[in-house]
């Protein structure tokens, strides 16, 4: 991919596009890599009716409106573990640095849902709970294949749910990550969501079809007995000519041939009104069938609210799938906090009110002490949020949330040279984070280390070439407008 822009601001430069992420079906999103750090183009292809006669390039939705060349979008590990296989996982204490080859295979395996790998040959055996009857590959080192079908229900679901679950708020178990689930795994041990109750709206999402489902009238009234394969199989898709009536077909499993041959004779597609396809309000140009199978159809396929995504007051923040009782609060009081770092003044008055108490429960929790030091830090509470990122930083020593804040309380109560001892290493390991980088050339250059701070905002542009602040800054220094007397 190559940019340019001439004039005063001017901007050139080319980035080498390594992997594209997506089927294609919906669209593709395309990797670059700079020094091992792998980030996602900013231009996604969509290939949906809506985009044009053979599809659409346009600026990923986090783009949008963007006023200077954003190109600092990590390639996330939940993309990555969801629309390929065997990803890398992140190293360790960065957000997007990864081994290569990035992945192993472009799209979907059998393992994601099997187990295993595809020799059946090399992985460890695991036990499988909540499961029985699994075929299990026999001899000595041979992975161990799963049937979904014949694991308990929240385990069976959970084999389609690591992937067509979003929620509101995902929260990661202490020490766990979404990559490290396997088929036959309890999904609540590594990542729990987290969907709002209450609000009276529709938040229709990409990739929260599961979600949807529950909503249904089918869900309620079948329980465990309706999942996902009950409609869809999936090692096959039906050819579009087929589609209307494999759909159909499926439907009338539990409707019955007798009320199909009288419903709406003259409609035979029964998505067509009951799953209608909708604007998802997290990707661009794309729609998605209504999983919540509305008796009366949402006139006109209207697209969600986007304002919806936000928590307003009154509005619940629940476990999902439902669950009698939190053993804990630091699921909901990060997920609140989740959500005020998004900009929702209300959950920032929630995670307030939940987090004193989480942290009580776990006092050792690193990501629950950085969130009530950030609570704390935005309230003025400087001191206390100081001993909370301390706390968490000697829990967690490579959290880069908590080394980031607290190294603006260092700065703010003039210790340069801490708050350039604390963002050093985190702007090290994220150098997308463009703020991390200026804060550390100005704290830098505060503390005399001219030709430190200079290299530290040359390293902000390499990554993100297009941001104002840092050529402005590059300006001065190298003009002599800004001095930095080396100690």
Known sequence: MSFDRDGDAALHGRRKLEYYIGSGHRGKTFTFSDDGFS??????????????????????????????????????????????????????????????????????????????????GVSAQRPVKGGAGNSRASGPGRAEIINPAKLTPTRRDAVCMQCHLEGNAAIPQPGRHLFEFRPGDDLS???????????????????????????????????????????????????AAERTAYFRGKCLTCHGEAFGAKHHVEQQNCAACHMQRLTTMD?????????????????????????????????????????????????????WTSLAVAGS???????????????????????????????????????????????????????????????????????????AALWKPAFERAPGRSSLGINLARALCLSGHGEESKRAIERVLKFNPDFSTARGMLKQLESGEVKCEDK
């Open 345 to 419: 003044k209300y959950a920032f008055e929630q995670s307030e009110k939940s987090l004193p108490e989480a942290l009580a429960q776990n006092p050792e929790d690193a990501d629950l002490l950085a969130a009530v030091g950030y609570s704390e830090q935005l309230r003025g509470l400087t001191e206390q949020a100081r001993e909370h990122y301390e706390h968490a930083l000697r829990v967690k020593p490579l959290s880069l949330d908590a080394a980031a804040n607290l190294g603006l309380i260092e700065a703010e109560a003039g210790n340069v040279e801490r708050a």
């Open 39 to 120: 980030f996602e183009l900013p231009i996604n292809f969509y290939s949906q009716p809506g985009g044009g006669p053979g599809g659409v390039w346009d600026m990923q939705p986090k783009s949008q409106g963007a006023k200077e060349m954003p190109l600092t979008a990590p390639a996330a590990s939940s993309c990555l573990n969801c629309h390929t296989s065997d990803a890398q996982a992140p190293e360790v204490g960065t957000e997007n640095k990864y081994g290569s080859p990035l992945f192993a295979h472009g799209g979907i395996t059998c393992e994601r849902c099997h187990g295993g790998d595809v020799s059946h």
């Open 283 to 335: 990707v661009g140009h794309t729609q998605a069938s209504d999983h919540r199978i509305l008796r009366v159809p949402q006139q006109g396929g209207e697209p969600a609210d986007e304002a919806s995504n936000g928590a307003t007051p009154g509005t619940k923040l629940v476990r999902f799938p439902p669950v009698k009782e939190e053993e804990s609060l630091r699921g909901l009081a990060l997920a």
């Open 189 to 239: 041990e590594f990542v729990r969501y987290y969907v709002y109750s209450g609000d009276g709206k529709d938040n229709v999402r990409a990739v929260s079809q599961f979600e949807a489902l529950e909503q249904s009238k089918c869900k309620r009234a079948t329980g465990d007995a309706l999942t996902c394969t009950t409609c869809h199989d999936p090692h096959s898709s039906p050819p």
